[in-house]
């Protein structure tokens, strides 16, 4: 599985972003989450959804701002990211795993990142 982010770019304080992850192989039998990393900083979960998408899960930081979904049939995953705040600037990567969660190294397979920047 090769997965490509798309999306990320510079928005002001409040403004809107769609990240877009592309696989080039059959996710659906895979989790999907997003992370993201600041600089200076670890390799942070901000949300993931379940193989079917029937089920999500998001970091509290971003809980009521950022949705995730995804479209097995394209094998695209999304996330919206509303409401943006500086704090949220950082690498955003997309990445798979067998088993659903939030944690890093159950995930397999990841994407190279794309840049969000959030201005004040």
């Known amino acids: 599985v090769q997965l490509v982010e798309s999306g990320g770019g510079l928005v002001q304080a409040g403004g809107a972003l769609r990240l877009s992850c592309a696989a080039s192989?059959?996710?659906?039998?895979?989790?999907m989450a997003w992370f993201r990393q600041a600089p200076g900083k670890e390799r942070a979960f901000v949300a993931a959804?379940?193989?079917?998408?029937?089920?999500?899960t998001y970091a509290d930081s971003v809980k009521g701002r950022f949705t995730i979904t995804r479209d097995n049939a394209k094998n695209t995953l999304y996330l919206q990211m509303n409401s943006l705040k500086p704090e949220d600037t950082a690498v955003y990567y997309c990445?798979?795993?067998?088993?659903?969660?939030?944690?890093?190294?159950?995930?397999?397979?990841w994407g190279q990142g794309t840049q969000v920047t959030v201005s004040s």
């Open positions: 959804i379940s193989k079917s998408g029937s089920s999500t």
């Open positions: 990445a798979c795993s067998i088993l659903y969660g939030d944690v890093p190294a159950t995930y397999r397979y």
């Open positions: 192989g059959r996710t659906f039998n895979y989790a």
